[in-house]
């Protein structure tokens, strides 16, 4: 199974990104998606995410400005990211909890990561 994320990039704080993340691979089932994203010297940090029904959740900090949507067919994710500010600068990193067989459980996956720099 690889992950492979796009979309990231330089921006003006107030503007907005669109994250993409694609899954390949022997996929039965992909159950949770997400983003987490790492600053420069801070540790890795919960982003968001989406299970496979559909329902999310946020950090505080991303509330209102951020939206993650997840098309099954296509095996994608997606973090709509608005209104960036500064400290949304680091690099993204999507991930996926896949099923490669219905008799197995859930492994959980990483994206390469993404570069997001929002400039002042």
């Known amino acids: 199974v690889q992950l492979v994320e796009s979309g990231g990039g330089l921006v003006q704080a107030g503007g907005s990104l669109r994250l993409s993340c694609a899954a390949s691979g022997r996929i039965f089932r992909i159950n949770d998606m997400g983003w987490y994203r790492q600053a420069p010297g801070k540790q890795r940090e919960l982003v968001a995410f989406?299970?496979?029904?559909?329902?999310?959740n946020y950090a505080d900090s991303v509330k209102g400005r951020f939206t993650i949507s997840r098309d099954n067919a296509k095996k994608m994710e997606y973090l709509q990211m608005n209104s960036l500010k500064p400290e949304d600068t680091g690099v993204y990193y999507c991930?996926?909890?896949?099923?490669?067989?219905?008799?197995?459980?859930?492994?959980?996956?990483w994206g390469q990561g993404t570069q997001v720099t929002v400039s002042s």
């Open positions: 989406i299970t496979s029904d559909g329902l999310t």
């Open positions: 991930y996926a909890k896949v099923r490669v067989e219905y008799y197995l459980e859930a492994t959980l996956y």
